[in-house]
């Protein structure tokens, strides 16, 4: 398990400090704020997630420096409040209409 750790905490390290840097293009997280991803699929039980906190594998894996997360975050952020905003004024104008 120290092992484990170690390795898991250099890793994150690396991450966080943009060793990792292979690129993003716009369109790929564009991509992403539209669809959305699951970061770890169980939070509670994710070792990486334990270990290395917002660094973990999940979020590793799909973004390469946590700049780019940090971006997809407040894109996704706005993006889904502007989705909300259109669906209640499509339900408002449809009951104005009734």
């Known amino acids: 398990m120290l092992d484990q750790y170690k390795a898991e905490r250099l890793i994150a390290i690396g991450w966080n400090e943009g060793h990792f840097d292979e690129g993003m293009t716009l369109e790929q997280i564009i991509e992403l704020v539209k669809t959305g991803f699951d970061e770890c699929s169980d939070t ?7 270990l ?11 973004f390469p420096t946590p700049e780019h997360y940090s971006f997809y975050l407040k894109l996704r952020d706005y993006y889904t409040k502007k989705q ?14 009734n």
């Open 84 to 97: 909300t905003e259109r669906l209640l004024g499509a339900t408002l104008a449809g009951r104005k209409r």
């Open 52 to 62: 290395s906190g917002n660094a973990c594998k999940c979020i590793r894996q799909r």
């Open 44 to 50: 509670e039980n994710c070792d990486s997630r334990i």
